[in-house]
């Protein structure tokens, strides 16, 4: 009898349309909606663009995106999956920014800014190095000079990319949040999946898959879309990444 074994193969694109439906909108903005880091990047976004004009891309349900609203001169959003912007626009002060449905990589507002932002890994969501460089121009062409780029991803060196690896992310009464990843070396890529569990519950899935960039080639991208890399934090107060950071947030300036 021949043993049944498991097809590792995985279309990756199709992992990431997967969860991208209203419940699973409703569902990521309940567990996702609040970050303790939130409040530390507002004000971080604030004080690069001296309170001008902003824009977000894959900004998700909104949580970086509505904190900004009558404190800068003005906030506008570009989100790829059309049912995190209608979780966006249920909450309140969503009627002051305005939205835009498509793909950051692709779409050309013809209007610039003085900060540009990409954060929470969503860059990592693009998944080939030519879409991830389209990015940057579309983000380039979006700012005005002297204007900021800021793009939070994962640090490589700061992970063991290879394997499997589960980390329990929170526990609450009769409650268990729990995240599984696989990588994939020879394509940049990790699978990745969030597992709610909940008493007498039907357990919920989220599924993703990201590609990871050395920081080289972030700088490269950055300059052929004539930004300059100038500073890299490992947190929302500023502190220097150090090589071993797992998460960084990168500060390009267009000259």
């Known amino acids: 009898m021949e043993d049944n074994v498991l097809d590792y193969r995985v279309d990756f694109d199709e992992l990431n349309d997967y969860s991208n439906s209203q419940p699973w909108a409703d569902r990521w903005h309940e567990k996702f909606g609040y970050r303790p880091e939130t409040e530390p990047a507002v004000a971080q976004l604030l004080r690069l ?12 349900t909104g949580r970086h995106v509505l904190p900004l609203v009558g404190k800068c001169s003005s906030i506008e959003a570009i989100e790829r999956h ?18 835009h449905l498509g793909d950051p990589a692709e779409m050309r507002l013809g209007k610039t800014f003085d900060l540009v932002f990409n954060l929470a890994l969503e860059i990592q ?48 009464p009769g409650e268990v949040t729990l995240s599984y990843e696989v990588y994939h070396p020879d394509r940049h890529i990790f ?6 569990l909940k008493d007498r519950k039907t357990p919920d899935v989220y599924t993703a898959a990201l590609r990871w960039n050395e920081r080289s080639e972030l700088i490269q991208m950055g300059s052929n879309a004539g930004l300059e890399l100038t500073e890299v934090w490992q947190n929302w107060d500023g502190t220097p990444a150090s090589q071993d950071s797992p998460m960084c947030i990168h500060v390009f300036q267009k000259a």
Do not use: W
Request: glycine residues 10%; proline residues 4%; aromatic residues 8%.
């Open 82 to 99: 059309e049912a995190m912007l209608n979780k966006l626009k249920e909450q309140p002060g969503s009627d002051r920014v305005v939205t």
């Open 191 to 196: 699978t990745q999946a969030f597992v709610f």
């Open 125 to 172: 969501t693009i998944l080939t190095i030519d879409k991830q460089q389209e990015f940057f121009f579309r983000a380039s062409e979006h700012l005005r000079p002297g204007g900021f780029l800021i793009v939070e991803c994962m640090n490589p060196s700061g992970y063991r990319l290879e394997g499997q690896h589960t980390h329990i992310m929170r526990i609450v």
């Open 49 to 60: 663009s001296k309170g001008g004009d902003i824009l977000g891309t894959a900004v998700g």
